[in-house]
């Protein structure tokens, strides 16, 4: 918008510029031929009554006067009789064969003036005057001819002073203009950019973005319902997280109880069906227990309730591959690590974040992979991050799959037909980013799934804040 408020403008002081330059310029330019003309035509007129005195003395005096001429200006003059003889003193005019050019025939027959630019558009090389030299006592005999050719050369040099004098100061006026186009426009445009600025912000999930109200009445109440409508959604987001958490912390304990509960029950039951039933509804308990863990961990990734500190990546990496390798043996899953980057290097995370991912990938992983496979942990050190990486070798995601991947409640299922919350993969995505990290889904080499998780170094210039770090929230 900025460019098209200083191309308009530009455009409108361009349209201004021409329409006062342009005509005073081919005006200017209309005066300098024309009294070039008019000055040439008298001294040809002056030289041609001379000639026509007829007498010696009066034709010397038109020689030293056209000697004179020619030392002032660029320009020669040529002379004939009316019988085509020279004038004494004087170059006749130049022929073609053995007749004189049109100019000279018709001041010499018909007695009549000539003037030729030498082209139609503005001016040749000569400007050729030819005038007829009249009889003092017999007016309709022609006796003579005068005929200046005179050099346009310093026309020229004058017109293009007049003309580049005038498009040098039209260039000037339109880049002054352009810097006060900028100035304006960007004044102009500084409600508008502030309003898109909290939009930004506001679609990258900082709902404490507000726009100033300033600029014209229209944005100034543009502004007001934004920023009113955000505090509204804050609030409601605000009291949505606070309810999610307090009700998943509320439901923790009564599922813990029905678990026990549901435990010793199938402890003390010898029925086959009976004790089928109670272990499925084991198993819904233990998923909803995972359910209600998820949502209290992203009420509190989005709460912010910590920020990010240096942690060593490789501590928390083996500490986790050690609680998960016994469930691992169990399935006759092997859990890999390669390292390649350096085992101390430390990576900035939110106390707890990192176990929680890695819990998350490596329970997703361990469910899809089949009995005998390998899971490959990998750590990849970058200049300003840090990327780990989780492959597993079950079934794999489609294209479609990997892009809903993410979305909190999709459940895909794997290769042991039992299927998890739907808030694993959510969890991680959001626990990475909330540390400025980002999280990717790419199929592995031979089958599989690898899950990217690029993490900042602690290392790093200029720590990278996501839009909650940035700014605090009004709730959560």
């Known amino acids: 918008m900025i460019r098209q408020l200083i191309v308009s403008y530009v455009l409108l002081v361009a349209v201004a510029v021409a329409a006062f330059t342009v005509p005073v310029a081919f005006t200017l330019t209309d005066q300098l031929r024309g009294d070039t003309q008019e000055s040439v035509r008298r001294e040809a007129r002056t030289m041609a009554l001379l000639l026509a005195d007829g007498d010696t003395a009066s034709r010397q005096a038109m020689v030293r006067m056209a000697r004179a001429y020619e030392k002032e200006v660029p320009g ?8 085509g003889g020279a004038v004494p003193g004087l170059p006749l005019p130049p022929r073609r064969g053995r007749s004189y050019d049109a100019g000279v025939i018709r001041a010499l027959e018909k007695g009549e003036p000539t003037i030729d630019w030498g082209s139609d558009f503005v001016w040749g090389e000569h400007l050729v005057v030819t005038v007829p030299a009249r009889s003092q006592t017999a007016p309709r005999e022609v006796v ?6 005179y050099s346009t050369a310093g026309l020229t040099n004058r017109l293009w002073t007049i003309w580049g004098f005038r498009a040098i100061l039209a260039v000037a006026v ?5 810097g006060l186009g900028a100035l304006v426009a960007r004044r102009l445009t500084r409600p508008l950019r502030q309003l898109n600025d909290m939009a930004s912000r506001f679609s990258d999930g900082d709902l404490t973005a507000r726009s100033p109200v300033t600029g014209p009445s229209e944005t100034q109440t543009l502004a007001r319902t934004l920023n ?5 959604l804050d609030t409601l987001v605000a009291a949505q997280r606070i309810f999610v958490a307090d009700a998943s912390h509320q439901l923790r304990t009564p599922l813990t109880a029905l678990r026990l509960s549901l435990d010793n029950i199938a402890d003390g039951v010898d029925d086959e069906f009976v004790r089928e039933d109670v272990e499925q509804a084991t198993a819904e308990v233990v998923r909803m227990s995972r359910l209600v863990n998820g949502l209290l961990v992203l009420a ?5 309730v910590s920020a990010a500190e240096p942690l060593t990546l490789r501590d928390i990496v083996d500490e986790r591959l050690g609680v998960w390798r016994p469930a691992a043996d169990e399935r ?4 890999a690590l390669r390292a390649d980057a350096d085992s101390r290097v430390r990576v900035l995370s939110s106390p707890g974040h990192l176990d929680q991912v890695l819990d998350n990938v490596l329970s997703n992983a361990l469910e899809v992979s089949p009995d005998g496979g390998t899971i490959t942990v990998g750590v990849e ?3 300003d991050e840090v990327v780990l990486e989780v492959r597993d070798e079950g079934p794999g995601m489609s294209p479609a799959e990997q892009s809903r991947a993410f979305d909190r409640f999709w459940r895909g299922q794997g290769l042991t037909g039992r299927s998890g919350s739907g808030l694993g993969l959510a969890v991680v995505k959001q626990l990475v980013t909330d540390d400025g990290g980002s999280v990717t889904l790419r199929d592995a080499p031979g089958g599989g799934l690898s899950v990217r998780i690029a993490l900042r170094t602690a290392a790093a210039a200029g720590p990278r804040l996501s839009p909650r770090q940035a700014a605090p929230r009004s709730g959560g």
Do not use: N, W, Y
Not at 76 to 83: C, H, L, R, S, Y
Not at 300 to 304: D, W
Not at 332 to 335: A, H, L, Q, W
């Open 144 to 149: 003579g001819a005068v005929r200046i050719s």
């Open 332 to 335: 006759g899953v092997r859990i």
């Open 174 to 178: 339109l880049g002054v203009a352009a």
């Open 300 to 304: 509190r990734a989005e709460a912010k």
């Open 76 to 83: 020669t003059v040529q002379a004939v009789t009316a019988g």
């Open 381 to 383: 050190s970058r200049p």
């Open 228 to 232: 009113q409508g955000a505090e509204r």
